[in-house]
């Protein structure tokens, strides 16, 4: 059976089996495959991957030994991992736990299966779940170099976005200050710490504060990171015109907190605008919501329009990397 593998020539491969292995990519399941100068690893989340491999699907050979969800069920099952929980996604409560015994009974290295309960929703952004299998929704989650505990009943985190996340952390200069106006447990501000920047995390949820201190202390950038509990709106007159750098990942609503954005921005500084748009106009509402709380004070430029992915029918998850200087 295909599985997504990212291939890479044979006299890379020690390295980028190290660097996925970094990262908890690799297909536990299927064994690492070479054909003639090709060397094809097994991956566990694509969308994971760093944008500079390719993934392809590749019949990489079944582990021996290895029992996998599929071996159980007689189909395969979708499934996420984070750290060793492992999220479905199932309307069907039935086959929900059909998939989590069969997940169970695998040899993935798994300790919880819980499913999706409900819709992301209220202010703090928690979704229901249905523990399956295991004990409790707390994980630790390995993305790039660093690792976040979280519990996905009380935070909103997304291992989908490890690549878009990535993405953004790879612009940021070791001088720069950089504010991420929803920063739940830390998934941009402690790798963005972690290449040199100041950063100000702000969460209205408590718990995601206490997951971002905790993901500042485990991952050694405390000492760069300001973690605020509440409003972003409320930290204005503190951190007027301070932020080289802003992080506006709150698609639904982000419009609302532009004028704060600008207040929160130096004489120059990038502002990374997430929304949901429809397809046939998708970066044409951020970008004159943008361009309107800029007003006058501002010059704009757009520097990147990016599909980050599908959201719904018709529906675009998109992100808009705009420069604006005073």
């Not at 229901?128 to 929704?137: C, K, Q």
């Not at 929160?264 to 429809?278: G, K, P, R, T």
């Not at 004070?297 to 420069?323: F, G, I, K």
Request: glycine residues 6%.
């Amino acid at each position: 059976m295909a599985v997504p593998c990212v291939r890479v020539p044979r006299k890379d491969g020690e390295a980028t089996r190290a660097r996925l292995a970094e990262r908890d990519l690799i297909d536990d399941g299927h064994e690492i495959d070479v054909v003639e100068d090709a060397i094809f690893i097994p991956v566990v989340d694509p969308a994971a991957v760093p944008e500079e491999y390719a993934v392809v699907e590749h019949d990489a050979p079944v582990r021996e030994g290895q029992t996998m969800p599929a071996d159980v069920l007689g189909f395969e099952p979708s499934y996420e991992r984070l750290g060793e929980v492992v999220i479905v996604d199932e309307d069907d409560l039935d086959r929900a736990r059909e998939i989590a015994d069969a997940i169970m009974a695998s040899d993935l290295p798994v300790e919880t299966v819980a499913n999706r309960a409900s819709k992301v929703k209220g202010e703090q952004r928690v979704r229901e779940w249905d523990v399956l299998a295991g004990d409790g929704t707390e994980a630790v989650h390995r993305e790039y170099g660093c690792e976040f505990a979280l519990d996905l009943a009380e935070v909103y985190f997304s291992p989908r976005l490890a690549t878009e996340r990535h993405r953004v952390v790879e612009q940021v200069e070791p001088d720069e200050r950089a504010f991420d106006m929803f920063a739940g447990v830390g998934p941009f501000v402690v790798p963005m710490a972690k290449r040199g920047a100041t950063c100000v995390g702000c969460d209205v949820n408590p718990d995601a504060i206490e997951y971002l201190r905790e993901n500042a202390r485990h991952n050694d950038v405390a000492e760069r990171i300001t973690a605020i509990e509440g409003d972003v709106r409320d930290t204005v007159p503190e951190y007027t015109d301070w932020a080289d750098r802003i992080v506006m990942n709150l698609p639904h609503s982000a419009d609302e907190f532009l004028e704060t954005a600008v207040a929160l921005a130096s004489d120059e500084a990038v502002i990374h605008y997430y929304d949901i748009a429809h397809e046939d106009d998708p970066f044409g509402p951020g970008e004159r919501a943008i361009r309107e709380a800029a007003g006058e004070e501002y010059d704009v430029t757009v520097e990147t329009r990016h599909t980050v992915r599908s959201y719904a029918p018709h529906e675009l998850n998109v992100v808009l990397d705009v420069r604006i200087t005073r």
